[in-house]
């Protein structure tokens, strides 16, 4: 079987001392102790489930299309804590 690479997104967020790591296409999580760490163990976490999943669950589950975009609601003055930026 051939393989070739996807690009699909990662999105990290800090959960306390965790990073969660979430990618969004398919619907599978990960975390780590750094960034780095959620970010590799996804991509071992996506790499597995193309391993384990039949052809049918990933077409089910691979989103075809997929917006990011900056959403910006108004909100009450909330002190939010600084995010980090990719």
Known sequence: ?????LKLTAIIEREDD???ATC???????QGKTIEEARSNLL??????FEAASPSEIR???KAERYIMPLMPL???LKLKPSARA
């Open 44 to 49: 071992e976490a996506v790499e597995l489930f």
């Open 18 to 20: 965790w990073y969660v």
């Open 1 to 5: 079987m051939t393989h070739r690479p």
């Open 60 to 62: 089910r589950r691979l």
């Open 24 to 30: 969004p296409e398919l619907d599978v999580a990960s």
């Open 75 to 77: 909100a009450p003055n």
